[in-house]
């Protein structure tokens, strides 16, 4: 039997985690055991062990006698996850220290999603503001919040795989993000706090919208 060496179920997980928020592998697409397996040159026993763990996060689902799906997620899911990100970003905000080092890498999300805009490459886009809000997460200095933080950020980006509009999803929102920045780098950490928490309820209602029209 041929066994896999320790810890390669969580690298293979992470870089099936990245295939999936990057939309190289779409929800509601149906994983084969067999391929999959050796398009990641792992046994089926670490995959099994895989599926495990990225079901645990919500980015698979098992059918039983069907097999294991990418994970849709329901507008209830949604709505959850913002309910979150406002209880862990707004207040990240509002207590963080201005020179903290988090702080550089909100703004480098910030450069990276403008240049980005100008070169029209929407996908990149998206993964910066991610950058950008993991960074606010950061300022917490709370590495179990940072790991919460990522897999809910993932259940969130396979809602964003099914949308028809990326631009119109993400556009909006790189300068928001460099008003915040500023703002925060300036020391009004209130006004950063309050800017988040409006941008976080327009961002659930665009997002919800785009997801109804779906149906």
């Given at each position: 039997m041929t066994t896999d060496p320790p810890g390669l179920a969580e690298e293979t997980a992470s870089r099936l985690r990245?295939?999936?928020?990057?939309?190289?592998?779409?929800?509601?697409?149906?994983?084969?055991?067999?391929?999959?397996?050796?398009?990641?040159?792992v046994s089926r026993n670490t995959l099994r062990e895989v599926f495990r763990l990225l079901t645990r996060e919500g980015l698979l689902r098992h059918e039983p006698n069907r097999g294991v799906f990418v994970a849709v997620p329901s507008m209830a899911t949604?709505?959850?996850?913002?309910?979150?990100?406002r209880l862990i970003e707004v207040p990240a905000l509002a207590h963080a220290w201005p020179r903290h080092e988090a702080v550089a890498l909100m703004r480098v999300a910030v450069e990276k999603a403008r240049a980005a805009r100008e070169a029209q490459d929407w996908r990149s886009v998206g993964s910066a503001n991610m950058?950008?809000?993991?960074?606010?997460?950061?300022?917490?200095?709370?590495?179990?919040?940072?790991?919460?933080?990522?897999?809910?950020?993932?259940?969130?980006?396979?809602?964003?795989?099914?949308?028809?509009?990326?631009?119109?999803?993400?556009?909006?929102y790189i300068d928001r993000n460099?008003?915040?920045?500023?703002?925060?780098?300036?020391?009004?950490?209130?006004?950063?706090?309050?800017?988040m928490a409006g941008y976080l309820d327009e961002s659930e209602r665009v997002v919800l919208a785009a997801f109804a029209r779906l149906g």
């Open positions: 990245n295939d999936i928020i990057g939309g190289s592998l779409p929800p509601g697409q149906r994983l084969s055991e067999t391929r999959l397996a050796a398009d990641l040159g949604i709505v959850d996850i913002y309910r979150v990100r950058e950008f809000h993991a960074a606010i997460v950061a300022l917490t200095d709370s590495a179990r919040l940072q790991v919460f933080f990522a897999q809910i950020i993932a259940e969130l980006r396979l809602a964003f795989g099914l949308l028809d509009s990326p631009e119109r999803l993400h556009e909006p460099g008003q915040i920045l500023d703002l925060l780098a300036g020391g009004d950490q209130a006004r950063a706090a309050a800017l």
